[in-house]
């Protein structure tokens, strides 16, 4: 086993850029074992590259600590790429800082900052990351895309909350898609915007045992966003979740149709055993996503729906939208394949309202009109 921290990158300066170390370490080390001492700080001024990795395990003790050149970071896509690698273990007991509170205040003023993902996975197999933290990342934490296959992700903590008035913007935790075979498990995630959401592409994913803090929930989506795309997520399955404050628990978002967009199908996707802990809404499929009512009522999302099951949603509800714990738009001009069992999430005052729209007459539960979004 062949250890690499060698004198030469003790990881002393914030000056000094630990990177091309690290990334030589990887190469002469393909199939061994990289450690990240514990107790050592080393500095991510540039692009981290897993390149040269075979099989390969990176054991982070300590820290990696990300640099805040916004002049650098713009535009750059990732900070640490991982990237059409066969087999890799990211594991260790270690901080990945993305030092995004720098980003977060800066991007109110500077809209035109494209911020850093701080991990992507793409094109890649067989890769495994374990018991790692991830620290206020700029933008999304771990993105898995490129048709990758067979990623597990078990015993993570993610976390970035702002310090400040700014909120930590599009923190979110896993985005998957497109990219098959993909596990997340036992995992915490703390931020402001979805905790693991289903992207185009999407198949295959199991996402079991998070639990997820004021986040905006376990998602699909947004789908249809594109001309003429044709957005597909199946075969996938969220359990036993617990949803801590999040703007919902469980959720579908398609855009609207019309020729600036397209459409999609979700299909045989389950969330079940969803506790909600003040949650806005449990569930709530949105398929006017970020459009106006009369553009949606023009063009109606064509997107489908279908062997779609919500079981075993539990818990209450915050009461930011009153009587009401669920609100499910599905559209005229699309597919409303849905269920719903097992549903006892309580509003404050009692009331347990459920807001349907376009929905088949055996969903499960008693629906009011009136659902928007």
């Not at 300066?13 to 050592?40: H, L, N």
């Not at 639990?211 to 249809?224: D, I, K, Q, R, Y």
């Not at 003040?278 to 729906?305: L, V």
Request: aromatic content about 8%; some cysteine.
């Amino acid at each position: 086993m062949s250890h690499a921290h060698r004198h030469c990158w003790a990881g002393s300066s914030p000056t000094v850029d630990d990177v091309p170390a690290i990334q030589s370490a990887i190469k002469s080390c393909s199939s061994g074992t990289i450690v990240i001492p514990s107790g050592k700080t080393y500095y991510i001024n540039s692009q981290l590259s897993f390149a040269g990795c075979q099989g390969c395990h990176f054991q982070l003790n300590g820290q990696l600590f990300v640099s805040t050149d916004f002049n650098y970071w713009n535009n750059k896509g990732q900070i640490i790429s991982i990237s059409g690698i066969n087999g890799a273990t990211i594991s260790g007991a270690g901080t990945i800082n993305g030092n995004g509170q720098a980003s977060w205040d800066y991007i109110v003023s500077n809209t035109s900052y494209k911020r850093p993902y701080l991990i992507r996975v793409e094109n890649s197999s067989g890769i495994t990351m374990t018991g790692i933290t991830l620290k206020d990342a700029p933008m999304f934490h771990v993105v898995t895309s490129g048709n990758s296959k067979n990623i597990k992700y078990s015993g993570m903590t993610l976390h970035s909350v702002s310090s400040s008035s700014n909120v930590a913007h599009n923190t979110d935790g896993f985005d998957i898609g497109p990219a098959s075979y993909v596990s997340v498990e036992n995992t915490q995630v703390t931020n402001d915007d979805d905790c693991v959401v289903l992207k185009p592409g999407a198949s295959y994913v199991t996402v079991s045992g998070v639990t997820c803090t004021g986040s905006h929930g376990l998602s699909v989506g947004s789908l249809a966003g594109g001309a003429a795309s044709n957005d597909v997520v199946t075969n996938s399955i969220f359990k036993s979740c617990t949803m801590k404050g999040s703007s919902k628990a469980a959720g579908i978002k398609y855009w609207p149709g019309g020729s600036s967009h397209g459409t999609g199908m979700v299909s045989n996707v389950t969330w079940e055993d969803i506790v909600c802990d003040s949650c806005d809404y449990a569930i709530q499929i949105a398929t006017c996503y970020e459009s106006t009512a009369d553009q949606c009522s023009a063009s109606p999302s064509t997107g489908k729906i279908q062997d779609v099951t919500f079981s075993g949603f539990s818990g209450t509800t915050s009461g930011h939208y009153k009587s009401v714990v669920a609100n499910l738009d599905c559209s005229k001009g699309g597919t409303c394949g849905i269920t719903v069992d097992g549903f006892t999430v309580k509003s404050p005052d009692g009331v347990d309202k459920m807001l349907c729209a376009n929905t088949p007459s055996n969903i499960g539960v008693a629906c009011s009109s009136g659902a928007s979004g």
